[in-house]
């Protein structure tokens, strides 16, 4: 009923940015929090920053500074500025989404995923 479709990974230099962007889409009545997560090989993934539908943020101590995450409610869409990369910023990057959505004439709530995107910093 609802997708997530990321966009804005890649290969960049230590130092450098990359803007990861996750639109929503589907039969969607509200999305609540919205968020970043990243995965390393072989390790479970881990939060990096979140925010609120009202624009409250929270994020993760080694992200502190360098990344912004920001959310236009209108597209349905969350981002993710990262500034400052470093090698070990290397992962494969997920969004995710709490939205309540229309079920026939029911409204349903679940956490939806995105499908990943590999963001490689190289020293």
């Known amino acids: 009923q609802v997708q997530l479709v990321e966009s804005g990974g890649g290969l960049v230099q230590a130092g450098g940015s990359l803007r990861l962007s996750c639109a929503a889409s589907?039969?969607?009545?509200?999305?609540?929090?919205m968020g970043w997560y990243r995965q390393y090989p072989g390790k479970q993934r881990e939060l990096v920053a979140i925010?609120?539908?009202?624009?409250?943020?929270n994020y993760a101590d080694s992200v502190k500074g360098r990344f912004t995450i920001s959310r236009d409610n209108a597209k349905n869409t969350v981002y993710l500025q990262m500034n400052s990369l470093k090698p070990e910023d290397t992962a494969v990057y997920y969004c995710?989404?709490?939205?309540?959505?229309?079920?026939?004439?029911?409204?349903?709530?679940?956490?939806?995923w995105g499908q990943g995107t590999q963001v490689t910093v190289s020293s």
């Open positions: 995710n989404a709490d939205v309540t959505y229309y079920s026939g004439s029911a409204l349903r709530a679940r956490t939806y």
């Open positions: 589907g039969s969607i009545f509200r999305i609540n929090a």
């Open positions: 925010i609120t539908s009202g624009g409250s943020t």
